[in-house]
């Protein structure tokens, strides 16, 4: 006869057992480390110990004055920390602790081949300084033919794995998106990783070593070549692989991403594996290097989408040959015509706010644009371009002689909006430095600086006590809250220098 006390038995036992596989459950979905106590440390204060003295070491070197604001992409090296270690620091000690909320990590497949990318099952990536969340599957969902799942891939592939711990000492908490890229178009590619970036919260991170195994010298001058066309975001970046990089499709990407979004590359450090804990007969290149940029349009409407490299390119052109116009300068016919063809284009006869900023040796020398959307971006330009030489009241206008010397700066302004705030800590606390314009008003005093203007004054207050001052008004009026505030975003092309 089946009693109360056998059932108490069964529960017993069941929930006993339930208690048993919990661990086996919470563990299916992390990805364990397959190369801790190889690549780098297996225990977590030895790990930390190792990361602690390459970052000491990074920051002793460092002469650049890192971290700075702005800081978009990183590509740092793969290799054991004996042999790389010290370079991938100098890429972790460009991070600021705790800037960002989100990480896409990409490199290169070692171990399986395939075309396109591999994403991991896993919720969590695990590693002996703790585990990391990962980020939904949108990238599979949106781009089924780019993106799939390669188990044996995700189990053994080192070129994420080892930079991860380097990301962990600097970011509490953040978001993972794990890519491992075989062969790709990497135009494509970038759509569907630009969909992530999100805002100036979101780090992109290429891990990446240079050229394998040649006798040092013919290292090092295979790998300038190779940094000089990183550093130039080399269109033409597919061509000539010969033994560059082991990463060249997420290099190709973070290139393509970074000529549409003007961000600047910085090598931080360069060695090989002769110069740590290897032999000078066969090396292995690792090289660290930061993108750094404004953080440009992220959203607009329907009707007016982001402009692309080329009709950036257009728009400085016109504001080049609109001066050109004014002194009378001959301008080559077929120049004309492909300018002419070049703004035919429909988004470029939408309406906008416009700024054109000239500056001779990185120094200001004429600033002037519109905020509201008067007329079309071409005629904005072709205003804006004669304003900024002719009619800015703190220069004296333009001379044919500083033509030549000029440099010229295109911005595009989405529709200001209001920024509501309680006081002055609130305003602080709400600006987002490298990202907005700013227009403060008070009575009829009113100013305005375009995000660019962060790269000279990236505190908040300073910032703020300066815009004040430009509009007339006293440094600290922004501390007593009754100030109307808007900001815009910019998406800025210039010339090439």
């Known amino acids: 006869m089946f009693t109360h006390r056998d059932l108490f038995f069964v529960i017993g036992w069941f929930c006993l057992g339930w208690f048993m596989l919990l661990p086996a459950i919470a563990g299916a979905g992390v990805r364990e480390p397959a190369w801790a106590g190889s690549f780098y440390p297996k225990t ?56 960002f909320d989100r990480v896409i990590l990409m490199g290169p497949d070692h171990r399986v081949g395939f075309s396109n990318a591999a994403l991991t099952e896993a919720s969590h990536w ?35 794995e080892v930079i991860l711990p380097f990301l962990q000492v600097r ?10 890229m075989g062969p790709c ?70 290139l393509t991403l970074a000529r549409e979004r003007h961000w600047r590359p910085e090598v931080l450090h360069y060695a090989n594996s002769g110069d740590t804990a290897g032999t000078k007969d066969a090396v292995v290149g690792y090289a ?16 007016r989408p982001l402009l692309d490299s080329r009709q950036g390119v257009a728009l400085v052109t016109l504001a080049r040959q609109t001066l050109m116009r004014h002194f009378n300068d001959p301008i080559d016919a077929t120049d004309e015509q492909i300018l002419a063809s070049l703004l035919d284009d429909v988004a470029l006869k939408a309406k906008s706010g416009t700024f054109v900023t000239l500056k001779i040796d990185n120094q200001l020398r004429g600033c002037i644009g519109s905020l509201s959307a008067r007329g079309s971006i071409v005629d904005g330009v072709r205003d804006n371009a004669l304003n900024a030489a002719f009619h800015d009241p703190r220069f004296p206008p333009l001379s044919r002689k500083e033509l030549d010397q000029v440099h010229i700066e295109v911005s595009v302004l989405t529709d200001p909006v209001p920024l509501d705030y309680s006081d002055g800590d609130d305003l602080l606390a709400k600006l987002r430095p490298g990202i907005d314009g700013v227009i403060i008003r008070r009575g009829y005093a009113s100013a305005t600086f375009l995000p660019q203007v962060w790269e000279q004054l990236p505190r908040p207050d300073q910032f703020l006590s300066n815009l004040c001052m430009k509009a007339g008004l006293p440094a600290g009026q922004w501390r007593q809250g009754d100030l109307e505030v808007q900001t815009y975003q910019v998406q800025y092309f210039e010339e090439a220098r």
């Not at 290292?219 to 990183?230: S, W």
């Not at 660290?288 to 009707?303: D, H, K, L, P, R």
């Open 44 to 99: 977590r204060l030895e790990l930390s110990r190792q990361l602690d003295r390459l970052l000491t070491q990074a920051g002793l070197e460092e002469k650049s004055g890192h971290p700075r604001r702005g800081l978009r992409a990183l590509m740092m090296p793969h290799a054991g920390y004996a042999y790389s270690g010290l370079t991938a620091a100098h890429a972790a000690a460009a991070i600021q602790r705790d800037a």
């Open 126 to 160: 695990r590693t002996p300084l703790g585990d990391v969340p990962v980020g939904s599957h949108t990238l599979r969902q949106r781009w089924p033919a780019l993106f799939t799942t390669i188990p044996a891939s995700d189990q053994r592939e080192h070129s994420l």
């Open 171 to 180: 970011l509490s908490t953040f978001e993972l998106i794990p890519v491992v």
């Open 185 to 254: 178009d990497a135009n494509r590619m970038a759509r569907a990783i630009a969909s992530l970036i999100n805002g100036p919260r979101t780090l992109l991170v290429i891990s990446a070593d240079l050229s394998h195994y040649l006798p040092d010298d013919a290292a090092v001058k295979r790998d300038h070549a190779t940094l000089e066309r990183i550093l130039a975001l080399d269109p033409d970046w597919p061509s000539d692989q010969e033994n560059r990089t082991c990463g060249r499709y997420p290099i190709g990407v973070l």
């Open 288 to 303: 660290a290097v930061a993108f750094y940029g404004e953080e440009t349009m992220q959203t607009q409407s329907e009707s």
